[in-house]
């Protein structure tokens, strides 16, 4: 994780893989966790692989959901200038949370005031499933309501199963390119 104040670093080639969070009122692994402070970090997340990250599921992705690349960022703190390039994520499997009805996770997740993020050429692979409830899987997802990229290409998102979801933008689940 990227705690404040990290500038001018690069975290690359990188296999991450079967981190898991447990418990009984539900939480999730991370692969890369990302809060600077610095709204102009220079931070370069290049050519990892993230995969099998998992848990109990959680219904808030800024907060203990499920998330390959998290981008935290608050109006007080904010984080940017985070390149993320060539990077694959890969979330399958199982959330066993019994009984929860709005788990979410993602490979990728930009915290709403994030800003000047430049995310191009990765792979982002979701099919998690909540076996015993319902979760949303997103590609790809921020909740902001402008957008905190500098940059967004050549990406490839893919989500599968019920649960599947192409992203989430401006308080609004995305199912197109398009859109």
Same mark, same amino acid.
């Given at each position: 994780?990227?705690?404040?104040?990290?500038? &001018?670093s690069t975290?690359?080639?990188?296999?991450?893989?079967?981190?898991r @969070?447990? $418990?009984?009122?539900?939480?999730g !692994?991370?692969?890369?966790?990302?809060? =600077? =402070?610095?709204?102009?970090?220079?931070? +370069?997340?290049?050519?990892?692989?993230?995969?099998d990250?998992?848990?109990?599921?959680?219904?808030?992705?800024? $907060? %203990?959901?499920?998330? !390959?690349?998290?981008?935290?960022?608050?109006?007080?703190?904010?984080? !940017?200038?985070?390149?993320?390039?060539?990077?694959?994520? /890969?979330?399958? !499997?199982?959330?066993?949370? $019994?009984?929860a009805? *709005?788990d979410? +996770?993602? @490979?990728?997740?930009?915290q709403? =005031?994030?800003?000047?993020n430049?995310?191009? &050429?990765?792979?982002?692979? &979701?099919?998690?499933?909540?076996?015993?409830?319902?979760?949303?899987?997103y590609?790809?997802?921020? %909740? *902001? =309501?402008? $957008?905190?990229f500098?940059?967004? &290409? /050549?990406?490839?998102? @893919?989500?599968?199963?019920?649960?599947?979801?192409?992203?989430?933008y401006? *308080?609004?689940n995305?199912?197109?390119?398009? *859109?």
């Amino acid at each position: 994780m990227f705690k404040s104040a990290v500038t &001018n670093s690069t975290v690359n080639l990188n296999n991450i893989t079967g981190v898991r @969070c447990y $418990s009984t009122s539900g939480y999730g !692994g991370k692969g890369i966790d990302i809060n =600077t =402070t610095i709204a102009a970090s220079n931070l +370069n997340i290049v050519e990892n692989t993230i995969s099998d990250i998992s848990g109990d599921g959680w219904s808030t992705l800024s $907060s %203990d959901a499920i998330v !390959g690349i998290r981008v935290l960022s608050t109006s007080i703190s904010v984080t !940017g200038g985070v390149n993320i390039w060539n990077n694959t994520v /890969n979330l399958f !499997g199982s959330i066993a949370r $019994s009984g929860a009805t *709005a788990d979410k +996770n993602a @490979c990728l997740y930009i915290q709403n =005031t994030s800003v000047g993020n430049d995310v191009r &050429n990765n792979i982002f692979v &979701n099919s998690l499933e909540n076996t015993t409830g319902v979760s949303t899987s997103y590609a790809i997802a921020t %909740d *902001a =309501t402008s $957008s905190p990229f500098a940059m967004i &290409n /050549n990406n490839a998102y @893919c989500v599968s199963g019920n649960e599947g979801i192409l992203g989430f933008y401006n *308080a609004s689940n995305i199912t197109t390119l398009a *859109a």
